[in-house]
């Protein structure tokens, strides 16, 4: 065989290695969702993790399908910035070392991110806003056992960040409405989302105010977006923080019984609303 056959062979075949090896996941183009949707200022690189991938390096195939390229860890993994257990073919954001840029200071696997996060909130007496802490503490001290059965109930909230971009409220009721005022106890509010993005190794989701249309349609007003530092993330437990203040959430599977809890729970609160009102 001729060296130039040899050449030819050996370079069809690393051809063939780098696409397998950065191409594990087989969807089509059409099914691929995109690597993000770029927010203004953000500098960060992304990209797909390729075979190679370990506590010291990342192995990325960039957004624009150029060659491979390696990023140097060890610090940021040292760090605990490598939020997510990178594998081969998810979709990743690096954050570079603004002095050498071989080296990554923050890794996202934004698949490991993506998912149903919650969090347990409970509610408070309706007009604690307006009492003393000591005043509050008094009223639940002098609170009966049975009442607080009856009413201070715990729900999920927590949010679904979708591989497309879309985001969705987990948890969330509708309490507008005259029945629900009538309970003794409210919960804290809880955003309505639409989308989330990364920004500089951040996560930014956007919220704002639902309402209906005629056809059943929701209308979102006054949209607004939150950005929160992604402190830990690893299986099922994520840690944001934002303006100072960290919140812990945990994984869940299926949107649909959540919602249904809590919707469930506050049937149970206006149930017990109107008997009272009727009583």
């Avoid at 150029?66 to 993994?77: G, H």
């Avoid at 599977?253 to 009272?276: F, G, P, S, T």
Wanted: proline share 3%; charged share 25%; hydrophobic share 40%.
């Amino acid at each position: 065989m001729s060296h130039k056959l040899v050449f030819i062979f050996c370079l069809f075949f690393s051809s063939l290695a780098a696409l397998v090896s950065c191409n594990t996941k087989e969807m089509k183009d059409a099914e691929k969702p995109a690597y993000t949707v770029r927010l203004q200022g953000d500098s960060a690189v992304y990209g797909l993790a390729c075979d190679g991938c370990n506590d010291t390096i990342v192995v990325v195939l960039p957004e624009d399908n150029s060659d491979p390229v390696t990023y140097n860890i060890m610090e940021a993994k040292r760090r605990k910035r490598v939020l997510g257990k990178v594998q081969i073919g998810d979709r990743l954001c690096i954050v570079l070392n603004k002095k050498n840029n071989q080296k990554a200071d923050v890794v996202v696997d934004i698949d490991k991110l993506a998912g149903i996060w919650c969090y347990i909130v409970m509610p408070k007496m309706r007009d604690a806003g307006q009492m003393s802490a000591k005043a509050q503490a008094r009223m639940m001290n002098n609170m009966s056992d049975s009442l607080k059965e009856t009413y201070l109930i715990p729900r999920e909230y927590g949010f679904y960040l979708k591989r497309d971009w879309i985001a969705s409220s987990v948890g969330y009721v509708d309490d507008n409405n005259a029945l629900a005022q009538e309970s003794p106890v409210e919960y804290p509010p809880l955003g309505f989302f639409t989308a989330w993005h990364l920004w500089n190794g951040m996560l930014v989701i956007t919220s704002g105010t639902p309402s209906s249309k005629n056809n059943g349609q929701i209308d979102v007003k006054s949209l607004q977006n939150d950005t929160c530092s992604i402190d830990y993330l690893y299986g099922d437990s994520l840690v944001l923080s934002s303006d100072g203040v960290s919140r812990s959430y945990y994984r869940k599977e299926n949107i649909n019984d959540v919602n249904r809890r809590a919707q469930a729970v506050a049937n149970e609160l206006k149930k017990k609303a109107l008997k009272e009102t009727v009583n």
